[in-house]
């Protein structure tokens, strides 16, 4: 095991904080190119799997706001899931603009999935939700996009949740 690699190995961290200053200093010769290469690919990936893990989960609540009556604190839940996760799409798309091309794939494959859990969450049989993804990804992005025409109801200082 070289100096370079042996850092890496044992302490992840102290090994990143090092790679950091060696960059900064541009000590080029210093720098631990297999795993620095291996790790920018990382956060790559990192940032694909947030994009579905966010679509998933907004996929999932739509499923159940629109095809699942229930009681409004459960659907109060769901809408603020899904404003939530909205946001976090919101910011990781403004931040890596370059996944937004992956959009629309990635609900296309992500519905099933959404649709299982969906399914567990709410016990309704499987006929209840439909077989592919009835909306749009514009939709499914969009902050003030509700279900069958639906919106959230105001609260009571006029400000929506």
């Known amino acids: 095991m070289s100096m370079k690699t042996d850092l890496y190995d044992t302490d992840f961290y102290a090994w990143t904080q090092e790679q950091a200053a060696l960059l900064r200093d541009q000590k080029a010769q210093a720098l631990d190119y297999a795993n620095l290469a291996e790790e920018v690919e990382s956060l790559g990936y990192s940032q694909q799997y947030a994009l579905e893990s966010h679509l998933e989960v907004v996929l999932t609540h739509l499923l159940t706001w629109c095809y699942c009556p229930t009681r409004l604190d459960t659907r109060r839940g769901w809408r603020l899931t899904v404003r939530e996760h909205r946001r976090r799409l919101a910011r990781l798309l403004h931040h890596s ?9 990635v609900v296309t494959e992500s519905y099933p999935h959404a649709r299982l859990m969906a399914l567990d969450a709410t016990e309704e049989s499987s006929p209840t939700f439909p077989e592919t993804c009835p909306w749009t990804p514009e939709q499914v992005l969009e902050a003030e996009f509700w279900p069958e025409g639906e919106k959230p109801p105001a609260r009571r200082m006029g400000f929506n949740a």
């Open 97 to 105: 603009p370059s996944l937004r091309p992956m959009v629309p794939a």
